[in-house]
Nanobody, 123 residues
Framework: VQLQASGGGLVQAGGSLGLSCRASGLTFNFSDMAWFRQAPGKEREFVAAIAWNGRTAYAESAKGRFTISRDNAATAVYLQMNSLKPVDTAVYYC??????????????????WGQGTLVTVSS
């Protein structure tokens, strides 16, 4: 299982950025996918997730600003981020776990991780 994240960059506060994560493997359709982020000096935290059946979940900080989506044909998951703030600055990681119907927000449940892509929001 390999995950390749892309789309990070530098954006001004209030701007938008879209992240992509492409996954390899034949079980993508039955996988839960998520985005986490880690800011300097902080622990990795949950941002958004989408279950194999399309159910979504968002961190409070992401609700109303971020949208997670998936394309099973492309074995990809996306994170559209709008109204970005300097506090959103972090390395963003995509993650994958089997679609077992349990929580999709718990970091410890995810077993495969991408390499991370840096998002920097300037004030």
């Amino acid at each position: 299982v390999q995950l390749q994240a892309s789309g990070g960059g530098l954006v001004q506060a209030g701007g938008s950025l879209g992240l992509s994560c492409r996954a390899s493997g034949l079980t993508f359709n039955f996988s839960d996918m998520a985005w986490f982020r880690q800011a300097p000096g902080k622990e990795r935290e949950f941002v958004a997730a989408i279950a194999w059946n399309g159910r979504t979940a968002y961190a409070e900080s992401a609700k109303g600003r971020f949208t997670i989506s998936r394309d099973n044909a492309a074995t990809a998951v996306y994170l559209q981020m709008n109204s970005l703030k300097p506090v959103d600055t972090a390395v963003y990681y995509c993650a994958r776990k089997p679609g077992t119907g349990d929580s999709i927000t718990e970091r410890r449940s995810y077993y495969a991780w991408g390499q991370g892509t840096l998002v920097t929001v300037s004030s």
